[in-house]
């Protein structure tokens, strides 16, 4: 079985402050993405990575970097966190591109920026 | 632009059918997801349809038309472990997910 972790399932964070959220793949998968998931919207794609080192925009990237310096692991940051980034945040990982790929996904991580 | 439209929320008896719809207006199309997501919980993969017709799952079935624009998924004998948010997602040219903003399922016994 495909498992996909996330370093918290809860965070606390006051305004300005950097975050780093970590999600870790253990099935070799090459593509991994971070969304945010907001109450009466779909998932929002923020950025994802088609191999180490590789990062691409997603729709939302403004407020966020990425980091992937290891295949398994690929990091979200908020440079400065504002209380608009206030949601929940899913990581997923493929196998690869292709249309029958499934998106494999962590437990989450619901931040709260105060 | 790219839009997926299904309803926020539904209402089901134990036992009972249903079937929620999604409609989808997308560039490209390179096929259909639903997913399941309990509260608190990571999507689950369901059902992935890319040819017009019904895919029967068991307890579940998907079904597509290319033509409309439009998918729906089928639970049946529904149990109360069938609550749940349920995503529809598109893949568009691109081969990036298009996703709804899902449709919870209440279960009522």
């Known amino acids: 079985d495909v498992k996909v972790t996330q370093s918290s399932r809860y965070l606390v964070k006051r305004t300005g402050e950097k975050v780093f959220l970590e999600c870790v793949q253990d099935m070799d998968h090459e593509n991994m993405f971070w969304y945010r998931q907001d109450p009466g919207l779909g998932l929002r794609l923020i950025y994802f990575s088609y191999d180490v080192k590789m990062k691409e925009k997603g729709d939302i990237p403004e407020g966020y970097s990425v980091s992937r310096e290891k295949k398994e692991r690929f990091s979200l940051i908020l440079e400065s966190a504002s209380t608009n980034q206030t949601s929940m945040y899913l990581c997923?990982?493929?196998?690869?591109?292709?249309?029958?790929?499934?998106?494999?996904f962590g437990p989450g991580t619901r931040l709260t920026v105060l | 632009g790219q839009n997926i439209d299904q309803p926020t929320e539904m209402t089901a008896t134990e036992g009972a059918i249903v079937q929620i719809n999604c409609t989808y207006q997308?560039?490209?199309?390179?096929?259909l997801f639903w997913y399941q997501q309990h509260a608190g919980e990571a999507p689950t993969f369901l059902s992935y349809?890319?040819l017009d017709g019904l895919e029967e799952k068991g307890s579940f079935s998907s079904f597509l038309s290319r033509s409309k624009g439009y998918s729906y998924l089928l639970l049946k004998e529904l149990q109360m472990k069938d609550s749940a948010s349920y995503l529809c997602a598109v893949m568009d040219s691109n081969y990036q997910l298009i996703w709804g903003a899902g449709t919870k399922l209440i279960i009522k016994p």
């Open positions: 997923a990982s493929t196998l690869g591109q292709g249309a029958t790929d499934t998106q494999y």
């Open positions: 997308t560039s490209g199309f390179n096929g």
């Open positions: 349809n890319v």
